[in-house]
Each structure stands twice: as C-alpha cells, then as structure tokens.
C-alpha cells in the first residue's frame, strides 16, 4: 500500500524559512514524478514545483529563486526548502506522486498526501 506523509508546515513570519517533506512508503518512490502543488482558500489548486527521477526540476513562476524541491532516494522523502516565504504562499501544500509530464505540463498521479498548512503571517 502506498502512503505519501507530508510534515514541516507550519506558522512563519514574511521572509522566513520552512522546509516540507514527504516520505513515501511502498514501491513507487523511484517511479514518475514529485510534485508539490498548494491550494489557498478560494483559488485553483497550483503547482508549486515538481522533479523527476532523474532530478530535473521545474517550478512555478511564483517560486523561483526562493524555493528548492530535491530528493533523497535513500530515505524515499522529497522535499520543498521555501525560503523567503511571503503572505501570498500561504495554503495547503500537497505531495503527489507517480506525476507525468505531458506536452508542456505535469500531471498528477494519484497518490496524494494528507497536505500540510503553510501559514506566513506577521
């Protein structure tokens, strides 16, 4: 059976720092894509940022520079550094596994983690 934890949310100031994780259980961490996406109270779902087996990565225009996704394959956990962190990332961040790349986007697959809030408030 396969489950995707997500941990590291949390409560932070403007400009700080959190660091999220997934750790996925069963046998698919070295199969498709990681994708981080967030969803905020009243607004669509986005992707965050996303990395493949390989390690390439991608990510949101809104993200870049600030935030880092990487992977440890030895511990079956992603990860999402957010640094510089500003009101607007506040939402609900969710892990999915299994994604794919198509055209010219990523698709989620359909293991989903529990999602973890992310609040950046003064």
């Known amino acids: 059976q396969v489950q995707l934890v997500e941990s590291g949310g949390g409560l932070v100031q403007p400009g700080g720092s959190l660091r999220l994780s997934c750790v996925t259980s069963?046998?698919?961490?070295?199969?498709?894509?990681y994708i981080w996406y967030r969803q905020a109270p009243g607004k669509e779902r986005e992707l965050v940022a996303a990395i493949v087996s390989g390690g390439n990565t991608n990510y949101a225009d809104s993200v870049k520079g600030r935030f880092t996704i990487s992977r440890d394959n030895t511990k079956s956990t992603v990860y999402l550094q957010m640094n510089n962190l500003k009101p607007e990332d506040t939402a609900v961040y969710y892990c999915?596994?299994?994604?794919?790349?198509?055209?010219?986007?990523?698709?989620?697959?359909?293991?989903w983690g529990q999602g973890t809030q992310v609040t950046v408030s003064s």
């Open positions: 069963g046998s698919i961490f070295s199969r498709g894509a």
């Open positions: 999915v596994a299994d994604g794919y790349f198509s055209g010219s986007r990523y698709y989620p697959g359909k293991y």
